[in-house]
């Protein structure tokens, strides 16, 4: 179980185009969204990518840094040519991050079970008619998760995935950061995962 204290002791780095970050570097002068991708060819956090979007030049008008990580390069070109993210991209080279942040793994018969799930199934149809595609590289059995982190290091939210399509919401997020007034449903695309009928699958 993470404390309060985790923005003060999660100093792991991350990296982009060669260079070094410390994590807390995200937090030190705003507020800042992170949001912890399984992988970057998973149709669901291609979705989950597109769907932030929708909430991206509200974050950023409010000064909010919004932040993707990965685990790994495998697939990230395709990710980030598919700019299916409106923020900043980094990657971590080992689990270790996740792991401190209790992003746990599936096993082969969890991740194919998950896949299932009425929200799966609800995920994988919007994620196919908006064209997001996916592929098998990288980690797939591992989940994510988000940060979401006040200006010096207040911990505001701290979400781990249950299932490989479980997402932070985007009105969850903007109330988490007094932004709920900004929050317009209608133009909202995640708001309409669970009235989508559905009876496809397809890969995680």
């Given amino acids: 179980m993470l404390t309060d204290d985790i923005c003060t002791n999660l100093h792991f780095a ?11 570097s995200f937090w030190q002068d705003q507020d800042v969204a992170i949001i912890f991708f399984r992988r970057w060819g998973c149709i669901f956090c291609r979705l989950w990518a597109k769907e932030l979007g929708e909430i991206a030049p509200i ?6 840094k919004l932040v993707g990580i990965g685990l790994e390069t495998a697939g990230s070109k395709e990710f980030i040519d598919g ?7 980094y990657y971590v080279e080992d689990r270790s991050t996740y792991q401190t942040l209790g992003f746990k793994r599936f096993n082969v018969v969890t991740i194919l079970t998950s896949l299932l799930w009425k929200q799966s199934r609800e995920a994988i149809v919007k994620g196919k008619s908006l064209g997001l595609g996916g592929d098998l590289k990288g980690d797939w059995v591992q989940t994510g998760g988000a940060l979401l982190v006040g200006q010096g290091g207040e911990l505001l939210r701290h979400f781990t995935q249950v299932g490989p399509s479980d997402h932070l919401p985007n009105k969850e997020i903007l109330q988490l950061f007094d932004l709920e007034s900004e929050y317009k449903a209608e133009k909202m695309a995640n708001r309409r995962r669970d009235e989508i009928d559905c009876n496809t699958e397809a890969t995680p």
Avoid: P, Q, S, T
């Fill in 59 to 64: 974050l950023k008008k409010n000064n909010i």
């Fill in 83 to 89: 700019k299916f993210f409106d923020g900043d991209l």
């Fill in 14 to 24: 991350v990296l982009r185009n060669f260079w070094v970050v410390e994590m807390k």
